[in-house]
């Protein structure tokens, strides 16, 4: 069993930053694949980073094209945590962010395994 724990949302002004965290627990950390995804009122959850493994074996970083040039994951696997490190926030980046975590990176959220309980992250204008 693998828990998740997200933690460094919060209401910050349009242009600010925010850092979040997810601490891991219960498997190997480092053989993970780990995402972060967001999920707006009235809208789907979707894939804004992941650090990992895809399908064909390669090891790579994702950003969706909303998030890229702003946001940045990174991983430490000493201490068994991801980050999100998001500058330059916008309000249309107002949701709750989940970490999850999987073994392939999977921009659908069915096909990850494991979920945090989610961080509130609010942009104001």
């Known amino acids: 069993q693998v828990q998740l724990e997200e933690s460094g949302g919060g209401l910050v002004q349009a242009g600010g930053s925010l850092r979040l965290s997810c601490a891991v627990s219960?498997?190997?950390?480092?053989?993970?694949?780990m995402g972060w995804f967001r999920q707006a009122p009235g809208k789907e959850r979707v894939l804004v980073s992941a650090?990992?493994?895809?399908?064909?074996?390669?090891?790579?970083?994702y950003y969706a094209g909303s998030v890229k040039g702003r946001f940045t994951i990174s991983r430490d696997n000493a201490n068994d945590t991801v980050f999100l490190q998001m500058i330059s926030l916008k309000p249309e980046d107002t949701a709750v962010y989940y970490c999850?975590?999987?073994?392939?990176?999977?921009?659908?959220?069915?096909?990850?395994?494991?979920w945090g309980q989610g961080t509130q992250v609010t942009v104001s204008t």
């Open positions: 999850a975590a999987d073994t392939r990176i999977a921009t659908i959220p069915s096909r990850w395994a494991y």
């Open positions: 219960g498997r190997t950390f480092s053989s993970y694949t």
């Open positions: 650090k990992g493994w895809s399908g064909d074996n390669t090891y790579y970083t």
